[in-house]
C-alpha cells in the first residue's frame, strides 16, 4: 500500500482530527471517528473516484461517521466522561493572553452558530475547501454552502463585535 492514497490519507489525519474535534468537541471521540475514517477508507477505497481529491471523500467519511454515532447515541442516552479537566493555559505576556482570550472568544461564538454554518465555516475557511468540495461533504448544493458561509460569517462577526 506504498502509493498516493497511503501517502494522501496519512497527510490528512490532522486535518481529519481537527474536524472530527469541531463535530464532537471531545478528544477520545475524535480519535474513534478518525481511525473509524481511516478504517472505512481502506475497505471502501475502490470506489473512491480518481478524479476527485482524497480529502473531501475522507471528509465525508467522516461525517457520515459522526452523524451514524449521533443515531446510536441517540438510543442510549447521554454520556458523560468524568476524566474530562478543562486543559490550562500557559499565558506568555500580553500579547499571548490577548491572542488566547480572542481565540477563545472566537470558539465559544463560533459553537453558538447553527451546525450547518459551522460546517461549512470550518471547511471552507480553516481546512480550505472549495465551495464545491464542501458541498460535496456535506451533501448540499454549492450554492447553499455560499448562503451558510455568509451568513455564518456574518453572525460569527456579530457575536465578536466586529462591524
Request: with cysteine; proline share 4%.
Amino acid at each position: 500500500m506504498g502509493d498516493s492514497f497511503e501517502t494522501g490519507l496519512i497527510g490528512a489525519l490532522p486535518a481529519l482530527r481537527r474536524y472530527a474535534l469541531s463535530l464532537c468537541r471531545k478528544a477520545d471521540v475524535a480519535d474513534d471517528l478518525v481511525q473509524t475514517t481511516v478504517e472505512r477508507a481502506i475497505a471502501a477505497r475502490d470506489r473512491l473516484d480518481p478524479a476527485m481529491r482524497l480529502e473531501p471523500w475522507l471528509f465525508r467519511i467522516l461525517r457520515n461517521g459522526w452523524i451514524d454515532r449521533l443515531r446510536r447515541q441517540g438510543s442510549r442516552g447521554t454520556e458523560i466522561d468524568i476524566a474530562d479537566m478543562p486543559e490550562a493555559a500557559v499565558h506568555d505576556g500580553v500579547r499571548a493572553s490577548e491572542a488566547a482570550l480572542m481565540l477563545r472568544q472566537t470558539t465559544d461564538a463560533l459553537a453558538t452558530l447553527p451546525a450547518e454554518q459551522r460546517e461549512v465555516i470550518l471547511l471552507v475557511c480553516f481546512e480550505e475547501f472549495t465551495y464545491g468540495e464542501a458541498a460535496e461533504v456535506l451533501g448540499i448544493p454549492k450554492g447553499t454552502v455560499m448562503s451558510r458561509l455568509a451568513r455564518g460569517r456574518i453572525a460569527l462577526a456579530a457575536k465578536l463585535g466586529i462591524e
